[in-house]
Structure formats: structure tokens, C-alpha cells
């Protein structure tokens, strides 16, 4: 073989060489899209519900208080299975209090009387809206309710744990809001959450 042909040879394996490169590394960006894509498209065919709390009315007399609050699905599909648990924390200590709540539930929530299917808002579908009412556990006058609304000592927080149709995956939304004095409403520092949870077991 001649210089001249050696070298021509050389010159094809380089670019040969550099075509096998830019093929692999077009596969590799081809999967880290379809990787992408996949991710995409699991994100869209899930529920995501918010929780959206209304500002809570002023106590009967030896009555418990209470704070309603809205669930909105911002997701692709109906949350169904719902489990709820939620509670009005009142006092001094909430900081605390509002961790032993969220340590103290259990890893999966009981069934309870929790909101039925909870539809996306675009959905074709009409149901009724989905709320839900948090109570505090010992019973409170207007009085007292009063003072703790004024020195911003009232906080609501709760668990939602929902899934979807044909799936056993179950997903989870913490919540926690405190009532200023204003009257305005704040999201907490911590446990506003959402995060898939392992596949459930059957009841």
C-alpha cells in the first residue's frame, strides 16, 4: 500500500470512527428525551390535589371549632380512595404540635369518610365539590377562639392519600396553613407536600 493510499485509508477509519461517535450520541440524547417523555407523561396521568382552606367561622359556645377547606385536582385523573385526616391545632405550642401530628399518623391512613372521587376541574365529568372540615380536638368558646385567632395561634393541618383508576400506586398531599392575626392565611414553613407513596396494600 502507497503512502498516499495509507493515508486515505487512515483518513476513512477517522471518519468512520466519527460517524459511529455522532450515532452514539445521538441514541444516547434520543433516550434521555424518551426518558424525559416517559416522566412527562407520568406526571400527566396522575391525580395532584391541592388543599386550598377557607378562613374558619367563629365558634359556638362549647363547640367545637371547625375550618373548612377545599381539595382541588390540578392532575390528568380522578383521585380515588381517598383517606383524610386533618386537625385545628390551637395555643402556644403549635410548632410542636404540628410535628406530633405528623409523626403520630400512621403510614397509611385508615379508610375514613373522605371525599368520593376528587375530578379535575377540566374534567366532562359534573361532580359535587370536594371539601373537606378539620375540627379541633378539645370543644372552644367564641371567646377563646378569638384570642388565639388575634395572637395568630390557630393552624390546620392534614393528611390526603389518594390513587388512581387500574393502578395500586397510592400518592400523598400533607398540608398545613396558619391563620394571622390579619386574617390572612400562610402556608407552613414544612408538610406541604406531595409524594408518591409505595404500591398500597389490599384493604
Request: a neutral charge; proline letters at 7%.
Amino acid at each position: 500500500m502507497t503512502k498516499a493510499e495509507l493515508q486515505q485509508s487512515k483518513i476513512g477509519n477517522w471518519i468512520q470512527f466519527g460517524s459511529l461517535l455522532l450515532s452514539a450520541t445521538a441514541a444516547v440524547l434520543a433516550f434521555m428525551a424518551f426518558r424525559q417523555t416517559q416522566d412527562a407523561l407520568a406526571l400527566d396521568k396522575r391525580p395532584v390535589v391541592l388543599i386550598r382552606p377557607a378562613v374558619p367561622a367563629l365558634p359556638a359556645d362549647g363547640a367545637n371549632a371547625q375550618w373548612n377547606f377545599g381539595m382541588i385536582n390540578y392532575g390528568a385523573l380522578p383521585a380515588i380512595r381517598n383517606r383524610l385526616q386533618s386537625r385545628i391545632l390551637m395555643g402556644s405550642n403549635i410548632p410542636s404540635d404540628v410535628e406530633h401530628f405528623f409523626r403520630s399518623l400512621p403510614v397509611s391512613l385508615p379508610m375514613s369518610d373522605g371525599p368520593g372521587s376528587i375530578v379535575p376541574p377540566d374534567s366532562t365529568a359534573d361532580p359535587p365539590p370536594a371539601f373537606g372540615t378539620a375540627y379541633s380536638a378539645d370543644k372552644i368558646g367564641s371567646e377563646m377562639f378569638s384570642r388565639y385567632v388575634k395572637a395568630g395561634q390557630l393552624t390546620i393541618v392534614g393528611r390526603l392519600e389518594y390513587s388512581v383508576v387500574g393502578g395500586n400506586r397510592r400518592y400523598r398531599t400533607d398540608f398545613c396553613f396558619n391563620l394571622l392575626s390579619s386574617g390572612a392565611i400562610r402556608i407552613c414553613t414544612r408538610h406541604n407536600d406531595m409524594i408518591d407513596i409505595e404500591p398500597e396494600a389490599e384493604d
